[in-house]
């Protein structure tokens, strides 16, 4: 892993001293201050049926008993876990969407809180590509899937409009949802995230719009990179890449601040037979064999938590030493150009 860590750093200096077209999207939602819709949501807890539990935020639109309305899983990003059920509603799609009179009227909005010691995806953030085969899907993320649809079967939303949206370790967590529920989606808006490139062939023709900053100092974009390239190299014309030539982590505030991406989202539809392929997959993920599996990596993950904590000064310095290597790898590229050019 550490290697591999190694070469992810390697590989994105290099790739910065090429030109990368931009398209960057407009400003133009302001978000809304989180005192401004609190009181607009429900709070509550779920636990699935191998007992992981979340609390969740649970936003309904006014009308939501006289119509199936689409519904939003927001999956939010490493800075906002714990257990106040509070601060990951306060960011990611949330305070976009109620900040529009008309986007607010549309979705049903699950804004579920992983736990400080837990991931969406267990895997480092410096990663970006990994392969699903390899790591088992976290408790956490398949609570969060089992409560999206158990509240769409409580307020008989529409199925064939579930969208998924996350950021930073939330965006790890749609491209993973995207990979192990195939079919399950309507659309999804993964920003700055990483996932498995191999089972592009997948969700290839899922409608994709995806953001990353070309100098991510947070999770790499050559990720995002990959896994839009397996998507195209499988046949897929699905996907909307927005590349953003910065300095930055940053991509919700660009993305959920325009208010074309968010309409693009709602809009999404499924045919109904897709609908019942993704049930049936959605059937057959609960039933599988890695369930006991599962049930184990919550009791494991908290067990391990801190440990993790005691060896986060070894993984500092190990980033620190990547970091200069990557410096150090960019100099060289640098200096070897300069001497053709002068040559």
């Known amino acids: 892993m550490k290697v591999l860590s190694v070469l992810t750093a390697i590989s994105l200096a290099v790739s910065l001293l090429f030109s990368i077209p931009s398209r960057a999207?407009?400003?133009?939602?302001?978000?809304?201050?989180?005192?401004?819709?609190?009181?607009?949501l429900i709070s509550s807890t779920y636990t699935d049926s191998r007992g992981c539990t979340l609390p969740y935020r649970l936003y309904l639109p006014e009308d939501y008993a006289e119509r199936s309305c689409p519904v939003i899983l927001s999956l939010h990003g490493a800075g906002e876990r714990g257990s106040d059920n509070e601060i990951q509603a306060q960011g990611g799609i949330l305070p976009y969407i109620l900040a529009d009179d008309t986007l607010s009227s549309e979705?049903?909005?699950?804004?579920?809180?992983?736990?400080?010691?837990?991931?969406?995806?267990?895997?480092?953030?410096?990663?970006?590509?990994?392969?699903?085969?390899?790591?088992?899907?976290s408790p956490y993320l398949s609570c969060a899937v089992s409560l999206m649809l158990d509240i769409a079967e409580e307020y008989g939303a529409d199925m064939s409009r579930l969208y998924a949206t996350g950021y930073s370790m939330g965006g790890y967590g749609t491209?993973?949802?995207?990979?192990?529920?195939?079919?399950?989606?309507?659309?999804?808006?993964?920003?700055?995230g990483g996932g498995d490139s191999s089972k592009a062939e997948l969700y290839k023709n899922v409608p994709i719009k995806t953001?990353?900053?070309?100098?991510?100092?947070?999770?790499p974009f050559i990720g995002t990179q990959a896994i839009v390239g397996g998507i195209e190299d499988a046949g897929g014309s699905m996907i909307d890449f927005v590349i953003i030539e910065a300095a930055s982590h940053d991509t919700w505030n660009p993305a959920y601040s325009d208010r074309e991406t968010l309409t693009?989202?709602?809009?999404?539809?499924k045919e109904a037979t897709a609908v019942t392929e993704a049930e049936e997959a959605v059937t057959e993920a609960d039933s599988n064999p890695l369930a006991a599996e599962q049930e184990t990596a919550v009791t494991d993950t908290q067990t391990h938590a801190e440990e993790e904590k005691n060896s986060s000064g070894t993984g500092a310095l190990i980033a620190v030493c990547i970091f200069f290597i990557a410096i150090a790898v960019l100099s060289c590229a640098m200096l070897f150009r300069r001497e053709q050019f002068y040559s």
């Open 264 to 269: 693009w989202l709602l809009s999404q539809k």
């Open 175 to 192: 491209w993973d949802i995207l990979a192990r529920y195939p079919g399950l989606l309507a659309a999804a808006l993964p920003l700055c």
């Open 211 to 219: 953001y990353h900053c070309t100098e991510d100092g947070v999770v």
């Open 25 to 40: 999207a407009a400003w133009e939602i302001e978000p809304l201050a989180y005192e401004a819709y609190a009181d607009r």
């Open 107 to 137: 979705a049903i909005i699950i804004s579920p809180q992983c736990p400080e010691e837990g991931q969406w995806v267990d895997v480092p953030w410096s990663i970006g590509v990994y392969f699903t085969e390899d790591v088992p899907e």
